[in-house]
């Protein structure tokens, strides 16, 4: 029933940023930790970012610094603020969710559809 649709991937030059936007619908939503996942061809999917309910981050250590996660409860939706984007950061990111846990876990209850972000060197 809950859905997570992505929005704001793109084709950027290294050093530049991109804005990424997920929103979740549905009946009866319940969500606690929203957050990013992504995945590069030939390698795992990892997390990114992730935010509790309660405002409580977490980042990969690669990306700190560089990105934010903000998000707003009252409209379902999380954001990812990337900048200093290098040509590593390429990747598919999804959107994930948490239907209780306040953290994203390895197998997340709830995904995206992904959008493509490409950073040229």
């Known amino acids: 029933q809950v859905r997570l649709v992505e929005s704001g991937g793109g084709l950027v030059q290294a050093g530049g940023s991109l804005r990424l936007s997920c929103a979740a619908s549905?009946?009866?939503?319940?969500?606690?930790?929203m957050g990013w996942h992504r995945q590069a061809p030939g390698k795992q999917r990892e997390m990114v970012a992730a935010?509790?309910?309660?405002?409580?981050?977490t980042y990969k250590n690669s990306v700190k610094g560089r990105f934010t996660i903000s998000r707003d409860n009252a409209k379902n939706t999380v954001y990812l603020q990337m900048n200093s984007l290098k040509p590593e950061d390429t990747a598919i990111y999804y959107c994930s969710g948490e239907r209780i846990k306040p953290y994203l876990s390895q197998s997340p209850d709830y995904w995206g559809q992904g959008t493509q972000v490409t950073v040229s060197s």
């Open positions: 549905g009946s009866a939503l319940t969500i606690n930790a």
């Open positions: 935010m509790g309910r309660g405002g409580t981050t």
